[in-house]
């Protein structure tokens, strides 16, 4: 199925906010950024007043914790590198949300890690004779 006119322009406008969010992270890395932080997806409404940023987070749980407190703080600071790159009539607003996929992916990956090895029978040598 083909995309709209205004499908293509809100992907391209998503990944443009993507690309601003992702190297001002880079740009402005703090400390308060532990582990790796980077932006899944962005949803924006039809109007593009709202953007829905989904991030994850490799690292602990307290990684987490720390990454929502930091884009809490310095979303501010985020709308405000969209709204110097982006030419739009107004900047939406950030609403930044978690996005435990990747965390969903790497413990299933273990799963089948473990349900492979435990399947494979062990190799047995054959006498020299």
Do not use: C, W
């Amino acid at each position: 199925m083909a995309k709209t006119n205004s499908g293509v322009r809100q992907a391209r406008v998503a990944g443009e906010i993507i690309r601003i969010l992702s190297r001002t992270m880079e740009r402005e890395r703090s400390t308060e950024l532990t582990g790796l932080v980077s932006i899944a997806n962005i949803e924006l409404s039809h109007d593009y007043s709202v953007a829905k940023v989904f991030y994850s987070v490799f690292g602990s749980p307290i990684d987490v914790s720390n990454a929502q407190a930091h884009f809490k703080r310095h979303t501010g600071k985020y709308r405000t590198a969209i709204a110097r790159e982006l030419r739009m009539r107004s900047v939406p607003e950030l609403l930044f949300k978690y996005d435990p996929s990747s965390e969903r992916a790497e413990r299933i990956d273990r799963i089948l890690d473990k349900i492979q090895s435990d399947d494979v029978p062990p190799v047995e040598e054959d006498p020299v004779a």
